[in-house]
């Protein structure tokens, strides 16, 4: 059995601007270079290979880390408490907060496919947004006639649409927030 070192603070936070600079470049130009990425973390070349040996080695980690991104955002809206209209509202704005990173990782289907096929069981953040979903049907909240895995899907799509405008400075942050809440609700909430 290896033991894993623990990675000193200066060495994770390292690890973590190269992570965060990739999603941030591979996001807005998926052709570009390990030296684009390395100047957008503010480290030298050398040091983005100690960490991460070649251009795959580094995806494959932006990748996981961007899982595990979405699956924190998940946990810490709490989407299991309180009423389903203010949980949702939760969740979209944790995860517009992630803006690049689900561009990164949603604007190339082939990412997540190929995560998906190296770990077939169903991602985490699934489950507790379509018992959120349920949960709101059944409280008669959202729309009872349209499928829970339909609503989540129309959920992320208008995430990623506001992440994109974002990202292209056509909307701050709060904007999307605000403006995907709006779609949302007007869409998949049921009529009273």
Same mark, same amino acid.
């Given at each position: 059995?290896?033991?894993?070192?623990?990675?000193?603070?200066?060495?994770?936070?390292?690890?973590? =601007?190269?992570?965060? *600079?990739?999603?941030?470049?591979? *996001?807005? @130009?998926?052709?570009?270079?390990?030296? $684009?990425?390395?100047?957008?973390?503010?480290?030298?070349?050398?040091?983005?290979?100690? !960490?991460?040996?070649?251009?795959?080695?580094? /995806?494959?980690?932006?990748?996981? $880390?961007? !899982?595990? =991104?979405?699956?924190?955002?998940?946990? %810490? =809206?709490?989407?299991?408490?309180?009423?389903?209209? $203010?949980?949702?509202?939760?969740?979209?704005?944790?995860?517009?907060?992630?803006?690049?990173?689900?561009?990164?990782?949603?604007?190339?289907?082939?990412?997540?496919?190929?995560?998906? @096929?190296?770990?077939?069981?169903?991602?985490?953040?699934?489950?507790?947004? /379509?018992?959120?979903?349920?949960?709101?049907?059944?409280?008669?909240?959202? %729309?009872?006639?349209? $499928?829970?895995?339909?609503?989540?899907?129309?959920?992320?799509?208008?995430? !990623?649409?506001?992440?994109?405008?974002?990202?292209?400075?056509?909307?701050?942050?709060?904007?999307?927030?605000?403006?995907?809440?709006?779609?949302?609700?007007?869409?998949?909430?049921? %009529? =009273?």
């Amino acid at each position: 059995m290896v033991m894993e070192v623990p990675e000193s603070g200066t060495r994770n936070r390292t690890r973590r =601007a190269i992570l965060n *600079a990739a999603a941030s470049v591979f *996001a807005h @130009n998926r052709s570009a270079t390990l030296a $684009d990425v390395a100047v957008a973390a503010d480290v030298g070349r050398s040091t983005l290979h100690r !960490y991460f040996p070649d251009r795959d080695e580094l /995806i494959n980690s932006v990748v996981a $880390d961007c !899982y595990t =991104a979405i699956e924190q955002a998940v946990v %810490d =809206a709490h989407v299991e408490q309180g009423k389903p209209l $203010d949980a949702m509202r939760r969740l979209v704005a944790a995860m517009v907060e992630l803006g690049d990173r689900l561009l990164f990782l949603f604007g190339d289907p082939r990412l997540a496919e190929e995560f998906a @096929n190296r770990k077939p069981e169903k991602p985490p953040i699934v489950q507790p947004v /379509i018992l959120l979903i349920e949960r709101g049907q059944q409280e008669g909240v959202f %729309d009872h006639a349209v $499928d829970a895995r339909w609503i989540q899907h129309v959920l992320w799509s208008l995430v !990623y649409t506001g992440c994109e405008m974002s990202g292209q400075g056509m909307m701050s942050r709060h904007e999307v927030t605000s403006t995907v809440i709006r779609t949302f609700e007007r869409g998949v909430v049921r %009529d =009273a």
